[in-house]
């Protein structure tokens, strides 16, 4: 087999949407993001992308929100019962049920404890299907359209890089997003907890 077949430009165009499918099922933003830029280099197409997002984080989300009901002895899930984080879910899906399942997803540090602390509470498996699909979509359309657009803007700031130099400058943008946002959201619970 040729070398080039094993170049980073054939392994994204074979199984880029594979990839995001499953990123967003066991990563998150990162995966979904490079999903989007990777439809602005036409490696798929933006529709695809944001459809394999939208099943995985879904698919995983279900399994999670099942562990949580079904198989809350598993070692695993008492690990993640045992967190910081999980103790701060159950506040807020006391506090706003149908809110909190639509937005966890967009919490950092939430995304995998939470479905499970669902799955532990009297919410009804229907609710969360229904609430978890409308919210997986709307994270999958949003993450994969700013991580499109992104890919627009560098290349109307620098010209048409090589794939590798691109996704570096898009892996740094994620990083200080991210930590940005890590930052913000810490500093607001912090806040939160002092008021009360």
């Known amino acids: 087999m040729p070398f080039e077949h094993f170049s980073l430009e054939h392994l994204i ?44 984080s879904f698919a995983a989300d279900q399994a999670w929100f099942f562990a949580g009901r079904y198989a809350n002895r598993l070692a695993l899930v008492q690990r993640f019962l045992k967190t910081d984080a999980a103790q701060k879910v159950s506040q807020l899906l006391e506090a706003h049920p ?10 950092y540090g939430m995304r995998t404890v939470s479905p499970i602390a669902i799955g532990l509470s009297s919410v009804p498996a229907l609710r ?7 919210a997986a979509v709307v994270w999958a359309v949003l993450i994969t359209s700013i991580g499109y657009l992104f890919g627009n803007a560098v290349e109307m700031l620098f010209g048409r890089l090589k794939l590798h130099l691109h996704m570096l400058i898009a892996i740094a943008a994620i990083a200080v997003i991210l930590t940005a946002l890590a930052y913000l959201i810490r500093r607001q619970m912090r806040g939160g907890s002092v008021t009360r």
């Open 13 to 56: 165009s074979q199984y880029g949407v594979l990839a995001v499918f499953l990123g967003a099922a066991f990563e998150g933003e990162t995966a979904v993001f490079l999903g989007g830029v990777f439809a602005h280099r036409h490696f798929m197409s933006w529709w695809e992308a944001a459809t394999a997002a939208a099943i995985g």
């Open 98 to 107: 149908t809110g909190f399942i639509l937005a966890f997803r967009f919490i």
């Open 128 to 134: 969360f299907v229904i609430l978890n699909f409308i």
